[in-house]
């Protein structure tokens, strides 16, 4: 068999379950802005349907998808250059992941400890959505054939069972239909962590937001949790390997240095052997100048829902573009009846 190639194209997913922080900033939506308009086609989705797979108020969902579509284009993502939607628009993302279901196994969606972490103790009352999650998220990033998804490193996993769909679905119907996607993961900011504890991941579930900078805080209260940010009573290292064993400071470096477009080195290079006295009002200031602009234009595009809703059936429709032939040649070469037709 001649080898497929597949066209390079980006995807990736954030959820609407309410308020973005500077973890998915920095580690998704800033990365997301940064490859646009690089020649590559990039398709940005509000995963609603992932959200649901815990409980929403729907009132709170719709706000929330909302929210995230100005916080996308806030951050920079252009509508007219990249393909920006909702997940539940798209029909063929939940049609693509039945068949999905009916490859996945069992025993590779137990392993996900995702599903562990999100289930908890009482893992039978979870949604039978919660635990086929990672089926759906293979169907929204092969129902465009995406080779390339950036993402945190808490996706990791996630993006790894869907090459093993894409593998095992190429293997049984014979064919290189699907790409086997590569997740991309770089930068300073690919983990970023609690402001109050250096071991835990910085997330809007947290029960402490003082835990986390919120896309939607005001300047004061940005300053105010960096200030209060947990360190240890050394000054700052003089060099990266000075930072291990001091997760605290190591991530107050790489958010400083995410931030500031800058590697960890020059970080380092210039703020080695400061104290935090001196090296926090410098952080504040800076994720001041970042987000706040951000957050006031994200405001200004609230006011207007209608021209949002607009840019997402837009968005829809140029998705469904490119998924509708997908899912139809995926289902003839499963043996539908009717799909070549
Ligand atoms: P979600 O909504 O939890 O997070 C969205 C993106 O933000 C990244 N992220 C972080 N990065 C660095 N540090 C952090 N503390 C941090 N917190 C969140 C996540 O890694 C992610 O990139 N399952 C996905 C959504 C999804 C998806 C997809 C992603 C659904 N379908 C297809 C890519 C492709 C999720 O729950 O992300």
Not at 119 to 127: D, L, R, T
Not at 291 to 296: N, T, V
């Amino acid at each position: 068999m001649t080898e497929v190639v597949h066209t390079p194209r980006v995807f990736s997913g954030i959820q609407p379950s309410g308020g973005l922080t500077l973890g998915n900033y920095l580690g998704a939506m800033k990365r997301f802005v940064d490859m646009q308009g690089q020649g590559v086609e990039t398709i940005y989705c509000m995963v609603d349907l992932h959200a649901i797979t815990v409980w929403q108020d729907p009132a709170k969902l719709a706000h929330a998808t909302r929210e995230l579509c100005a916080g996308f284009i806030a951050a920079g993502i252009d509508p007219a250059q990249s393909i920006l939607f909702n997940q539940s628009q798209v029909a063929e993302h939940t049609q693509m992941a039945w068949i999905f279901n009916c490859v996945a196994r069992m025993g590779w969606m137990q392993r996900m400890t995702q599903f562990k972490d999100k289930a908890g103790k009482n893992a039978q009352n979870a949604s039978l959505g919660l635990f086929a999650y990672p089926a759906l998220m293979a169907a929204d990033i092969l129902v465009y054939h995406a080779t390339h998804v950036p993402v945190g490193e808490d996706q990791k996993q996630h993006l790894e069972l869907t090459r093993d769909i894409a593998i095992k679905f190429n293997n049984d119907f014979g064919t290189e239909f699907f790409p086997i996607t590569e997740p991309v993961i770089e930068g300073a900011a690919t983990r970023v962590m609690s402001l109050r504890d250096g071991s835990k991941k910085m997330s809007k579930s947290d029960p402490s937001d003082m835990s986390r900078l919120n896309l939607t805080d005001d300047a004061d209260t940005i300053a105010k949790k960096i200030r209060k940010a947990k360190t240890d009573p050394e000054p700052l290292p003089l060099d990266i390997e000075g930072l291990e064993d001091r997760p605290e400071a190591r991530n107050l470096v790489n958010i400083f240095a995410a931030l500031n477009d800058q590697g960890v080195e020059d970080v380092m290079r210039d703020m080695g052997g400061k104290a935090f006295s001196e090296f926090k009002p410098m952080l504040a200031d800076l994720a001041v100048a970042k987000l706040s602009p951000i957050s006031g234009e994200m405001d200004r595009l609230m006011q207007d829902p209608a021209e949002i809703d607009r840019i997402l059936a837009n968005g829809a429709d140029k998705a469904r573009g490119i998924a509708a032939p997908i899912l139809k040649k995926t289902y003839e070469i499963v043996g539908m009846v009717g799909a070549g037709a």
